[in-house]
T-cell receptor, first 113, second 109 residues
């Protein structure tokens, strides 16, 4: 089925460790996004990539880096994890009518101890 | 930058109508959209408006007034399965897409 695949689904890290969240889409969409979701705070935009070869900061980019590897893949890296980065991370791709429809991956739950 | 305001909670009984308002500020405007999220799940797209007026999709409708930077989602004939969080989102310049903090809708029998 067409969609957005995120890995891993769950991860526990110690403070200071690094890790990369992977996202791949097979919808042939140009734009991809990374959000984090914390209780009561909705979805906050970390980074996005309007098209292959471009990336831009969102609302909460500090502590993160991204790579748009090709049209299908958009990864999010935590270089030195902190407890404040404990969250659920969602990758999404933009398409549909008027390019206003986000399709989300299932999410990655990250805990930093 | 972009910012959106929506109520934090709404409670209603089965069969009722609920309206969730959303006001936004954005640099450039390319659409206001709405998403539903059940506990433990990912957000799913419900509706969007790029032009002023009402869009109807089954029991759900969405409205936009660009001059007022305002929109709403209308949920009709509420069912228990509509208990979820609802988010408005605005797409601005350069494909930046930001969300409101979400409205938790609780449907009571």
């Amino acid at each position: 089925n067409a969609g957005v695949t995120q890995t891993p689904k769950f991860q526990v890290l110690k403070t200071g460790q690094s890790m990369t969240l992977q996202c791949a889409q097979d919808m042939n969409h140009n734009s991809m996004y990374w959000y984090r979701q914390d209780p009561g705070m909705g979805l906050r935009l970390i980074y996005y990539s309007a098209s292959e070869g471009t990336t831009d900061k969102g609302e909460v980019p500090n502590g993160y880096n991204v790579s748009r590897l090709n049209k299908r893949e958009f990864s999010l890296r935590l270089e030195s994890a902190a407890p404040s980065q404990t969250s659920v991370y969602f990758c999404a791709t933009l398409g549909g009518a008027g390019a206003n429809v986000l399709t989300f991956g299932a999410g990655s739950r990250l805990t930093v101890l | 930058g972009q910012s959106l305001e929506q109520p934090s909670e709404v409670t209603a009984v089965e069969g009722a109508i609920v309206q969730i308002n959303c006001t936004y500020q954005t640099s450039g405007f390319y659409g206001l959209s709405w998403y539903q999220q059940h506990d433990g799940g990912a957000p799913t797209f419900l509706s969007y408006n790029a032009l002023d007026g009402l869009e109807e999709t089954g029991r759900f409708s969405s409205f936009l007034s660009r001059s007022d930077s305002y929109g709403y989602l209308l949920l009709q004939e509420l069912q228990m399965k509509d208990s979820a969080s609802y988010f408005c989102a605005v797409r601005g310049d350069d494909y930046k897409l930001s969300f409101g903090a979400g409205t938790t809708v609780t449907v009571r029998a």
